[in-house]
Structure formats: C-alpha cells, structure tokens
C-alpha cells in the first residue's frame, strides 16, 4: 500500500472576504492523519479580498491572478503549486463543512480508491430543505449527475460537488483546459475515461442564496451538459 505524507488543499477564491477567515478556521480545525498545505488562489478579487490575503502570506501559500479567470483557471493555478500525495478542494464560503475530508481521505489512506467524491445527494430527497435553498438547483444537480452517470456508464450521485480529492497520480495523468465552471464535468469526465473508479461518501451541506454570494446560475447548467457531452466525445 503506497504511502501519502501531505495533502494539498486548494481554495479558490473571489470576492470572499466575509467568509474567508472563517472557513480557514474551520480547514485549520481538522485534524488530519497526515502534513496538509493550503494554497489560496485569488481570482482577482474587487471586495477587498486581496489585502486580507496580503495579511495571510507568511501563513498560507497566495497566489494572484491578474484579471478573473474563472474558478476551473484558479483550481488548475493551484494544481501546479500544490505539492502534496493528496489533493481536495475547498470553497471560500461556509457552504462545505471540512471535517467530512476525513471522510474522504480515510478512502485514500486505506488503499480503497484514488478518486473520492463528497456527495450531498447521498441519503438526500427532493424535500431535503435543510440542504437546498433552491429546488432548481436540486433538479439541476440531480439531472447532471445523471447524465453523467448514463454518457459515463458509472454511477456518479453529485458530479458537481466541491469536494473532490485525489491522489497526485491521477491528476499528473488528466490534462485539464477549463477556465470556468466547465471544470466540475471535465474533471469528472477524464478520471472515468482514465478507468478510474469514483468513490462517494455522503457529505454535509449548507447551501447559501444568490443574495449571500451564491454564483452559478442554470446557465452555467446547461454549460456542463454541453461539457458532459463534448469531454464524451474528445479527450
């Protein structure tokens, strides 16, 4: 059984300066079994963000970017600076609560599956209220992670979860081109055609409204059909 000694944890970031000390308090609070680094990515903020991040440099690893990007730019931005055995994901807002990673990496740890997936459907049903806010997102999610599941021939309950954690191996092997929020059916497209097998694990999750920063929209919906179908088609 291979051994992992760190873990990489890559936080996008925008316009997050609410929450951001916050849920680096939370990421902080979790005792992981093995070394973890946080690496920040800032896809140029316009609230402020970014001098809370100048605070935060000698702590945590920043990185800036120059103009926005789009969160599938920052994530592949913190790929390259991770240096971990092990790499997650984790939102700048409090919708993710990060000790259920633990849930996550003991899959890895324990020689089960190199691909883990934080599923917030697991155990859930359309009138789950204490998990979505909104009913569309619920369908939307819902319809994706079916797709997936039918164009993929694998079981995928929630493909557009945040928390996604993999070893450094399978990410060496995927060559990833999105920019925005085409990443979550790319990623989750190129580990199956890869042949590896995602492992899902029930997850908390507190959703947050358009009023309180929530981003995606049913357009960026309808952009990961398109993407499950494309990354079906080409590599």
Not at 37 to 63: A, N, P, W
Not at 182 to 187: L, Q, V
Request: hydrophobic share 35%; with cysteine; net charge positive.
């Amino acid at each position: 059984m291979k051994e992992y000694k760190k873990i990489s944890i890559i936080i996008p970031v925008y316009n997050e300066l609410t929450t951001l000390n916050k849920i680096l308090d939370k990421v902080e609070s979790v005792k992981f079994p093995i070394s973890k680094e946080l690496i920040l990515v800032d896809d140029f903020s316009t609230d402020g963000t970014r001098d809370l991040l100048k605070k935060l440099e000698e702590k945590y690893k920043v990185v800036y970017h120059e103009k926005n990007k789009g969160k599938g730019a920052a994530l592949r931005t913190g790929f390259r600076f991770a240096t971990g055995d092990i790499i997650t994901i984790q939102d700048a807002d409090m919708e993710y609560d990060p000790q259920e990673f633990l849930k996550l990496i003991k899959l890895i740890l324990d020689g089960e599956t190199q691909v883990v997936y934080g599923s917030r459907f697991i155990g859930t049903t359309f009138f789950s209220k204490d998990k979505w806010f909104l009913p569309s997102h619920y369908l939307g999610n819902k319809a994706l992670s079916l797709t997936t599941s039918i164009l993929y021939f694998r079981k995928i309950t929630d493909m557009e979860t945040c928390y996604k954690m993999f070893t450094r191996e399978v990410l060496s092997k995927l060559k990833l081109r999105s920019k925005r929020f085409d990443f979550e059916p790319e990623i989750t497209a190129k580990i199956i055609k890869k042949g590896y097998k995602i492992k899902e694990v029930p997850i908390k999750y507190y959703p947050r409204s358009f009023k309180h920063g929530k981003k995606i929209t049913w357009r960026d919906g309808i952009k990961a059909l398109y993407y499950l179908l494309k990354y079906r088609l080409i590599n």
